[in-house]
């Protein structure tokens, strides 16, 4: 196997809007669902919030300089549509724009190739007071913001993708409620992901109205490796309904222009899909210049009729279970490693979905726009911060990517999640996921080893053999 990567291999990071920025009354932002959810007593661990975050609103220069001095060639973060278009409609905010054209022009000044996402999960509060996902009128505000950022940065920014992770808005915001807008009703999760499929589509033509030639249009999702306990026809099918609702919900529409029958018939007894309209599914599909594959850790399922089962499929807090319709599928973690996260540590599950999503795409090139770890890393005396486990974390996944590129998959970049420690969810501050350590009181960054490891891999793209630190 080769240790060498791809020229053009862009090697970056991660972040989100509302993980990162703070500043939520700042420019005539207002709030969006993850604002009001994490407000909401009893949502997020501790109360935290994403009120601070880790200030870069205020900080965007320095935290651009830490990634030129890490010599990363290119960056992928998120914009908040309530910062550009507060109420989810009507004309763009100049002031909540200049914010992102700045960004966006400190990264180019140093080199560092900007990858804008639109959607990361932070929906104008108005919206969702209108219903949010599960109506269709987002999916059409949603292209209609689409268009707005395109044309005002569309002249520097080359590479645009509509959503992240639409499965975690629509069946961890609507069905488990463990994400804002923190709602647990099975046929609104179905339909927030139908709307998300059309968002996207109406998104991405709106997209190629008004960028210039070159323009790149993407999405990003985060398909799961199902894996069954055993071989029995029982568990095997328990993984076919977890694939559908996992994968090809999103897949299905956006690269074959169809929802999967079996999906349909899964969830029949919940709904019979009439808010999918005629031409909708055709919409979905829009051609693609990448997609864009967000993996952590696999999944093993299989039947089961037990209620009581153990269950480690994202549930977090809460009772109820973010898959509409299936009520005989028990999940087991894995043996072996896990995270901080308490996530198996399972680098075959990202070779196996590059591998699986380059046979489902064909033609289209593929990016891991995230992958990356929690650890409980501390600085030590001299305030250095040695984090190997991360090291040995993302070797093994660069190795897997590595080996997905000689085995024919045409993967084109590799987006670390994450830049630096920030708001993780529901799990508040408590997660740490940077290869840069940031002192939630003083603010202060601070690379660890692991941020040093990646820029020797980014200077040389050269895998070393050994992941010493
Ligand atoms: C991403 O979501 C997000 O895009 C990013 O904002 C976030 O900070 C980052 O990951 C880290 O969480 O419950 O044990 O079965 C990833 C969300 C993670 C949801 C894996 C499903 C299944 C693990 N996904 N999870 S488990």
């Not at 992928?76 to 309530?82: K, L, T």
């Amino acid at each position: 196997m080769s240790d060498t990567f791809p020229a053009g291999f862009l090697w970056g990071t991660a972040t989100a809007a509302y993980q990162i920025e703070g500043a939520p009354q700042e420019d005539g932002r207002t709030p969006s669902i993850w604002d009001t959810f994490s407000h909401t007593p009893g949502k997020t661990e501790g109360g935290a919030t994403g009120d601070i975050a880790v200030d870069h609103y205020h900080r965007r220069a320095e935290d651009v300089r830490l990634m030129a001095d890490l010599g990363l060639n290119a960056y992928r973060f998120s914009v908040s549509w309530p910062r550009v278009q507060p109420t989810g409609r009507g004309p763009a905010v100049q002031r909540g724009l200049d914010f992102y054209r700045g960004l966006v022009d400190d990264l180019l000044d140093h080199g560092i190739e900007p990858v804008l996402t639109l959607y990361h999960w932070d929906l104008p509060q108005e919206l969702e007071a209108a219903g949010g996902w599960p109506e269709r009128e987002t999916a059409y505000r949603f292209a209609e913001y689409a268009r707005l950022v395109g044309e005002a940065l569309g002249d520097r920014v080359r590479r645009w993708t509509t959503l992240n992770e639409p499965w975690c808005s629509s069946f961890l915001g609507y069905g488990s409620g463990v994400h804002a807008p923190g709602r647990t009703d099975p046929l609104a999760t179905l339909r927030a992901a139908h709307h998300l499929n059309l968002g996207h589509g109406l998104a991405a033509q709106a997209l190629r109205s008004v960028l210039p030639a070159g323009g790149q249009v993407s999405v990003s999702l985060n398909p799961s490796c199902v894996r069954a306990r055993t071989q029995s026809p029982d568990d095997l099918d328990a993984r076919r309904q977890i694939d559908a609702l996992a994968n090809r919900i999103f897949s299905g529409p956006m690269l074959n222009g169809a929802y999967p029958e079996d999906l349909i018939a899964d969830t029949a007894r919940l709904t019979d899909w009439s808010f999918v309209q005629s031409g909708d599914e055709a919409l979905c599909k829009q051609p693609l210049d990448s997609l864009g594959i967000n993996y952590y850790t696999p999944a093993v399922v299989s039947a089961s009729t037990d209620p009581t089962a153990e269950r480690h499929d994202g549930h977090g807090a809460s009772d109820h279970s973010p898959w509409p319709g299936v009520d005989s599928v028990a999940f087991h973690q894995p043996p072996g490693e896990v995270t901080e996260m308490g996530w198996s540590v399972d680098p075959t599950g990202m070779y196996e979905l590059l591998m699986r999503y380059s046979r489902e795409a064909p033609g289209v090139p593929l990016q891991i726009t995230e992958s990356g770890a929690a650890y409980d890393d501390k600085p030590d005396a001299d305030g250095v911060v040695h984090d190997p486990e991360r090291i040995r974390y993302l070797h093994a996944h660069l190795s897997a990517v590595r080996r997905a590129i000689d085995d024919g998959a045409d993967v084109r970049g590799y987006f670390l999640w994450s830049l630096m420690d920030n708001f993780e969810w529901a799990y508040g501050y408590t997660k740490r996921f940077g290869v840069v350590r940031v002192d939630f009181e003083t603010q202060r960054r601070t690379p660890k080893s692991s941020a040093h490891w990646y820029a020797k891999l980014a200077a040389t793209g050269v895998l070393p053999d050994v992941p010493l630190g």
